[in-house]
């Protein structure tokens, strides 16, 4: 009878484990994303030290697409998803890019949560996906999943920056004001992209 109850014992701790890994796993990948966007948004000559996120990190954050924005994963990633979820993975990409290339850039906040959500103070989100007034939960898993890895990528720095350090785009089928400010630096099959002809952003 002993015998039976270690067995069970056994059985059932080794479930929790199985059951906590990927709780495990988001965890510490949020953890090293945290210290990757510091060190993407900090100023030349600091560098945090920290391991690249894996794939199945990455991929254990936000598994449903239902989560508070409140990580730099899930933040890039809900991002990369709703931006460009009918797009090519240039196009996805890129708009990692542009995300990356506003961290810690000046007039841009230093979190990519900040960034995605900024301007959503005064109605006028700079991501307009974020204050869009529509539900932000993911509807396509396949497309969301390659948006996380994309997300990995891009803090891992480990994606080419398509837009040449643009910090603004749009979508091709509008034609805003502001982009006659700007200087065009690149383009996707669904958009284009924009920096600043000086050197601040507004």
Same mark, same amino acid.
């Given at each position: 009878?002993?015998?039976?109850?270690?067995?069970?014992? @056994? #059985?059932?701790?080794?479930?929790?484990? #199985?059951?906590?890994?990927?709780? $495990?796993? =988001?965890?510490?990948?949020?953890?090293?994303?945290?210290?990757?966007? $510091?060190?993407?948004?900090?100023?030349?000559?600091?560098? &945090?030290?920290?391991?690249?996120?894996?794939?199945?990190?990455?991929? @254990?954050?936000?598994? @449903?697409?239902?989560?508070?924005?409140? !990580?730099? #994963?899930?933040?890039?990633? *809900?991002? #990369?998803?709703?931006? /460009?979820?009918?797009? =090519?993975?240039?196009?996805?990409?890129?708009?990692?890019?542009?995300?990356?290339? *506003?961290?810690? %850039?000046?007039?841009?906040?230093?979190?990519?949560?900040?960034?995605?959500?900024?301007?959503?103070?005064?109605?006028?989100?700079?991501?307009?996906?974020?204050?869009?007034? *529509?539900?932000?939960?993911?509807?396509?898993? @396949?497309?969301?999943?390659? /948006?996380?890895?994309? /997300?990995?990528?891009?803090?891992? $720095? $480990?994606?080419?920056?398509?837009?040449?350090?643009?910090?603004?785009? %749009? !979508? *091709?089928?509008?034609?805003? !004001?502001?982009?006659?400010?700007?200087?065009?630096?690149?383009?996707?099959?669904?958009?284009?992209?924009?920096? &600043?002809?000086?050197?601040?952003?507004?």
């Amino acid at each position: 009878m002993r015998l039976i109850w270690i067995c069970l014992a @056994a #059985i059932l701790l080794g479930g929790q484990s #199985i059951a906590t890994e990927p709780g $495990q796993k =988001a965890e510490t990948a949020v953890d090293k994303a945290e210290v990757l966007e $510091q060190k993407a948004a900090a100023e030349e000559g600091v560098t &945090p030290r920290t391991k690249a996120i894996t794939k199945t990190e990455a991929q @254990a954050v936000d598994p @449903a697409g239902k989560a508070p924005l409140d !990580d730099a #994963i899930t933040c890039l990633a *809900r991002s #990369i998803y709703w931006e /460009a979820k009918g797009g =090519a993975s240039a196009d996805m990409e890129a708009v990692a890019s542009v995300a990356m290339n *506003r961290l810690g %850039h000046e007039g841009f906040p230093d979190t990519l949560c900040g960034v995605v959500k900024q301007g959503s103070e005064q109605g006028d989100c700079q991501f307009s996906w974020w204050c869009d007034g *529509r539900a932000d939960q993911v509807k396509e898993d @396949a497309r969301y999943v390659i /948006a996380k890895e994309i /997300a990995r990528k891009a803090l891992n $720095q $480990q994606l080419k920056d398509r837009t040449n350090g643009a910090l603004y785009f %749009h !979508d *091709r089928t509008v034609a805003p !004001d502001w982009a006659r400010k700007y200087r065009k630096t690149a383009e996707t099959g669904e958009f284009l992209f924009y920096r &600043p002809r000086g050197s601040t952003a507004r």
